[in-house]
């Protein structure tokens, strides 16, 4: 096969490119005359380039308007290197060897694609391959559909089912029209081989199609009901909730039915809880006869979801399914479920001693292993179980974890989660700006899938608000967040959440009796509430006077840190205890520093560094107050946190030293968050390919992005972005 003609400007006279041109549409005019003369018959005709927003949710504007003149250039060429092109189309590798092969069957030859490489749409070595992928879509979305089958028929005769399995499958069931049992079946076998080696997203194509394929209600049903479960797996929530409308319940069988009971609650659990709560109740009692590992499953979604809707749950509800998840386990069971069982169903209960060795076992066999390909919340669970007991140092791992396998098999919608977890950790650590990067990454990804549910994450940005925007801003999102919690989402996690806000705002500004109005509730509310919140409510309850209810915080706190037994617990119990402590606060706070230090956990850092520099200036030990003060001032000042920031400078100033202003970093173009994302990613090791594919975005469009960084930023080359973004 001869070269295909470069496409590029050359240094030749302007009249030689001309003539150039002129020959290459006389080839192409011939061809197509030629070939239209000996058109075997299929594919003369095709249906107009779909309406945008019509089909399978294609991006509308310029991807849609490019995609039409793409179209109307292949229609353009010879109707023989249309239907070559087709086939090429239809195939995800596209190896010339096969499309030869298959284009062979029709009676057409290799030289067919001359003139689409002559009019620079494919490149022709060993693979046939497109210039732009719009050009794929434009040439497999524009044939009719008929035209389609036979392609893919065309292909799934040359392909070797030993050889290559899931392709010769796919050809086939993408070329019958109508229900073939023969096919679904096929499919079907093939999904469980993929899903055994953690394939979720093929597995969830190859049961969508066997579904669609089956004429027998009951094992249509069924089939529905398993491509939704395997879609939802895959993180495609949405396609999943489509999926499971479709399940004809009537002609179900009982395991059946359960299964799509429990998804549809699984599926609801974001918006409303509670709403889901009583379903998953229903649907793990009516699976442990009929599936006892399921149920296990179920009953820990189910505890799960009733932590998150706390004092909303229908009364008595949580009692019963403590009870019911209980004794659905066996006398000593000793597996991952079981110890989630039991550590959720203790921390329901309100005895944190009991619960906390078992989450432990949990988060350190979810660090090193998969859950059950079924347990769909995994992630959200272990990253919560991780924070329960104060174990940092596995938090971020874990998410990690979880965020690079949604993304290697683009489950965006289980993405998002990971990358809140992810901008948790760096909002714990003091990194603000690039916490705020993955929230927006997270909700670019709500807004690319068509998902406008991004509630949950005002939750997490109002706790960074809270730190660094100013005083009526940040009061007004925790109302925001509040009113959703109590009214629209029924959840007592988004209320604490809120609350929580409210007292760290209050402290940071030194309204201590308000910061305990706002905290002491929940006290009252959640028998083991929180750490990181009991801390806050003893400096608020000391400041204000009620010692009483700062030893009743502290008490809370101390069971906490027992049984939690980590590094991180045990700093804030010491800072704890050197608040009420007196004079005899000096030994616990520098163990409260020490220990805080060894830890990724530079906000709580920098509040024990306040805190002591405070209790050192009251002792009138003002040079040593300097030093502390010193350091929780320039911590607050590096992470962005304005309230903060001047707690420590009024104190300083109260210590007799002068206190400079850094100057206010330029706003005048800030990076939008898409190149946030991408300044993060680039200033590490990751290549253009390797960003382009974390972020589901095209390399072209991430060269665009990084030029306007660099210009933005001041920066000339990827080495310089970590400086100029902060980063180690």
Not at 206 to 219: G, I, Q
């Amino acid at each position: 096969m001869t070269e295909p003609f470069q496409l590029e400007e050359s240094a030749e006279a302007p009249w030689t490119r001309t003539i150039v041109r002129f020959a290459l549409w006389v080839m192409v005019w011939l061809r197509r005359s030629r070939g239209a003369r000996r058109a075997p018959g299929w594919m003369r005709t095709a249906p107009p380039p779909p309406a945008p927003g019509a089909g399978d949710d294609r991006a509308a504007g310029d991807d849609v308007r490019r995609e039409s003149l793409y179209l109307a250039r292949v229609r353009a060429l010879p109707t023989t290197t249309q239907q070559v092109l087709l086939v090429a189309a239809a195939d995800t590798a596209a190896r010339l060897a096969t499309v030869e092969a298959a284009a062979a069957r029709a009676g057409l030859g290799a030289d067919d694609l001359d003139a689409a490489q002559l009019a620079g749409l494919v490149d022709v070595d060993a693979a046939v391959t497109f210039r732009h992928p719009l050009v794929r879509s434009a040439v497999y979305r524009g044939a009719a559909p008929a035209d389609r089958r036979h392609a893919h028929a065309l292909l799934a005769a040359v392909t070797d089912p030993q050889v290559e399995p899931d392709a010769w499958v796919w050809h086939r069931a993408k070329s019958v029209s109508g229900t073939d049992e023969d096919v679904a079946a096929a499919l079907e076998a093939r999904g469980h081989e993929v899903e055994r080696r953690g394939r979720y997203a093929a597995y969830a194509a190859l049961m969508s199609r066997a579904a669609e394929l089956t004429p027998d209600p009951v094992e249509l049903a069924r089939r529905t009901q398993a491509a939704a479960t395997a879609l939802l797996v895959a993180g495609a929530q949405r396609e999943a909730g489509t999926v499971l409308e479709r399940v004809r319940i009537e002609h179900a069988e009982p395991l059946v039915r359960a299964q799509a009971q429990r998804l549809r609650a699984v599926l609801t659990f974001i918006g409303r809880p509670v709403d889901a709560l009583a379903t998953l109740v229903d649907a793990a009692r009516s699976l442990e006869d009929l599936d006892p590992q399921l149920a296990r499953v179920t009953y820990v979604e189910g505890l799960f979801l009733a932590a998150v809707t706390g004092r909303f749950a229908p009364p008595g509800l949580t009692e019963q399914l403590v009870e019911s998840a209980l004794a659905a386990l066996d006398p000593g069971e000793s597996s991952l479920l079981a110890d989630l069982v039991r550590g959720l169903a203790a921390r329901l209960t309100g005895d944190f001693t009991a619960a906390a060795p078992a989450m432990r076992r949990s988060v350190a066999w979810l660090s090193q292993h998969d859950a059950p390909p079924t347990f769909t919340l995994s992630s959200h669970v272990a990253s919560v179980l991780a924070m329960e007991v104060y174990d940092i140092e596995a938090y971020r791992p874990i998410t990690d974890k979880n965020a690079a396998e949604q993304r290697s098999r683009g489950a965006l919608d289980l993405l998002r989660a990971s990358l809140q977890g992810q901008a948790h950790h760096e909002f714990l650590d003091g990194r603000f700006d690039r916490a705020a990067a993955l929230y927006d990454e997270a909700t670019e990804i709500s807004r690319s899938i068509g998902d406008h549910r991004v509630a949950y994450s005002m939750i997490l940005l109002q706790q960074l608000g809270v730190w660094r925007d100013d005083e009526a801003t940040s009061r007004a999102n925790i109302a925001q967040v509040h009113a959703l919690a109590v009214t629209e989402v029924r959840s007592g996690f988004w209320e604490r959440m809120a609350r929580e806000s409210l007292v760290i705002l209050e402290n940071s500004l030194g309204n201590y009796a308000a910061a305990l109005e706002a905290g002491w509730p929940l006290v009252e509310q959640d028998p083991v509430l929180a750490g990181h919140v009991l801390v806050e409510i003893v400096e608020a309850a000391h400041r204000s006077g009620r010692d009483d209810l700062a030893a009743a915080a502290l008490d809370r706190l101390a069971v906490r840190a027992r049984a939690s037994r980590t590094l991180w617990a045990d700093g804030l119990h010491a800072r704890g205890v050197a608040i009420v402590a007196g004079d005899d606060a000096e030994a616990h706070f520098q163990r409260a520093l020490a220990t805080l230090g060894q830890v990724p956990v530079r906000t709580d850092l920098a509040r024990t560094h306040l805190l002591y520099g405070e209790w050192l200036r009251r002792q009138n030990r003002r040079r040593d107050a300097r030093v502390q003060l010193g350091t929780a001032h320039d911590l607050f000042t590096t992470m962005g946190a304005p309230h903060f920031s001047r707690r420590a400078a009024r104190e300083l100033a109260a210590t007799g030293a002068v206190v400079r202003r850094r100057p206010a970093a330029s706003t005048s173009e800030p990076l939008t968050p898409q190149e946030k994302a991408i300044a993060h990613l680039a200033a590490g090791p990751a290549t253009h390919r390797e960003i382009a594919a974390s972020l589901f975005l095209s390399a072209s469009t991430v060269d665009y992005h990084l030029r306007k960084v660099y210009r933005k930023l001041g920066v000339d080359s990827r080495r310089r972005l970590a400086d100029a973004l902060g980063e180690p």
